[in-house]
């Protein structure tokens, strides 16, 4: 599955951000899905994933609450609301898909990510 994403940019502390992540494929449908962010000299994190039918989700505790996972598997399209940002969520945001979801537990496709989309919040 090839992945490309859309949204971010630089925003202030408590705005609001979607990002977008559009699989190629017919086999987009079939696949768990997660959203895994990178800040500068760290290393790349689980924010939050979602499993092949949209039915399961997963988050990280620094979001749980101002994010939502979604997807639309008609538009082979997953998506990430970000709600209330902090300066904290500053990172490059990235997709996969293809990983497994087991036990509310998201393991990646090492070889299935998104372009990656740089999210800014300023303070």
């Known amino acids: 599955v090839q992945l490309v994403q859309s949204g971010g940019g630089l925003v202030q502390a408590g705005d609001s951000v979607t990002l977008a992540c559009v699989g190629s494929?017919?086999?987009?449908?079939?696949?768990?899905m997660g959203w895994y962010r990178q800040a500068p000299g760290k290393q790349r994190d689980l924010v939050a994933a979602i499993t092949s039918d949209g039915g399961e989700t997963t988050y990280a505790d620094s979001v749980k609450g101002r994010f939502t996972i979604s997807r639309d598997n008609a538009r082979n399209t997953m998506y990430l609301e970000m709600n209330n940002l902090k300066p904290e969520d500053t990172a490059v945001y990235y997709c996969?898909?293809?990983?497994?979801?087991?036990?509310?537990?998201?393991?990646?496709?090492?070889?299935?990510w998104g372009q990656g989309t740089q999210v800014t919040v300023s303070s």
């Open positions: 494929g017919s086999t987009f449908s079939i696949n768990a």
């Open positions: 996969n898909a293809g990983g497994a979801y087991l036990s509310g537990i998201y393991y990646p496709h090492l070889a299935s």
